[in-house]
Each structure stands twice: as C-alpha cells, then as structure tokens.
C-alpha cells in the first residue's frame, strides 16, 4: 500500500473556525481534496542561488511546482548566506549550516500550529532551541573519521496552550 492510498482512505476531515492563525476549513479542504486526488501530493520546490564573493552568496526563491502545477508567489524571497569570520566569511549573513536549523525550527513549529488548530487546541506561545554540533575535521577534509557536515542536531520546544 502506498502513502497516498493510505491517505486517500481516511474519512473526511470536518472543518473548524480558524484557530492559532490557522485557516482551519482551507488546512481541511486541502487535507481532503489531496486525500481524493493523489496525484496532487507532490511538489517540487525551487530555490537559485548566485555566488557574490568569497563565501557570500544570495538565494533567490519565487516559484515551484505543486498541485499538478507551476505556481508562483505574489513576491519573490530573497536570503543571503556568508560564514562567519572566523571560518574565511565576510559574516554579512547568516551561516548556510545556521539556516538550516532555523528551517528545521520553523518546519517543525508550522507543524505544531496546524496539527493544535486541527485538533482544537488553542496555542498560546511556542519557542524552540536548535543547536547542532560540527567538527571542523570533517568539513575541511582533515579527518577521513569525522562525518562531513553535522554530527548531530538537538531541538527542545516550549508549548502552552490549552491542551
């Protein structure tokens, strides 16, 4: 049995006001509209990135594919990424590893937010730490032992609300 055949086999889901800044009845409608269309799950996101100098790039994000189609935003993402002075950057961004556990962080707490709205639970505050740990042996090719790259990745959150 696949995924989406398991998916398209849950009962409807019912809509409910929208709660915690969540459209509950549009998170509900599309639950149940990729639940009758399968083919709808996949999607394909996009991000083009320019190098400026050094270790300074920018990353330009608009479009991506999804709903058996080529959508757009409204505007296009613009995020910029450098190292950190110490490590040969000219530190005019955050760090591509840094960014990578805020999208963690924020792909995690969305989660958060949708599933509390979608079961009715009012959320009153959510906060998370992320940290990861990288052995610099490993990146810089000195340490044929030490993975490339992080070795671990830690999250704690802070929930209140009303469940």
């Not at 450098?82 to 792909?107: F, I, K, R, S």
């Amino acid at each position: 049995m696949t995924a989406s055949a398991s998916v398209a086999e849950r009962p409807a889901r019912t809509p409910r006001a929208p709660l915690n800044g969540v459209d509950t009845p549009k998170l509900f409608a599309t639950i149940n509209f990729v639940a009758d269309n399968p083919g709808t799950s996949q999607f394909r996101f996009r991000a083009d990135n320019t190098w400026i100098s050094g270790t300074h790039s920018r990353t330009t994000i608009q479009g991506y594919f999804g709903a058996n189609g080529e959508q757009s935003r409204d505007k296009t993402f613009i995020a910029e990424g450098d190292h950190p002075a110490l490590l040969t950057g000219g530190d005019n961004a955050a760090a591509p590893v840094e960014y990578l556990l805020h999208a963690l962080a924020c792909c995690l707490t969305a989660g958060i937010g949708n599933i509390a709205a979608a079961r009715g639970i009012k959320l009153s505050r959510v906060s998370s730490h992320v940290e990861g740990n990288i052995d610099l042996a490993g990146l810089l090719g000195l340490s044929s032992e030490v993975r490339n790259g992080y070795q671990d990745i830690h999250i704690s959150f802070e929930i209140e609300g009303d469940a």
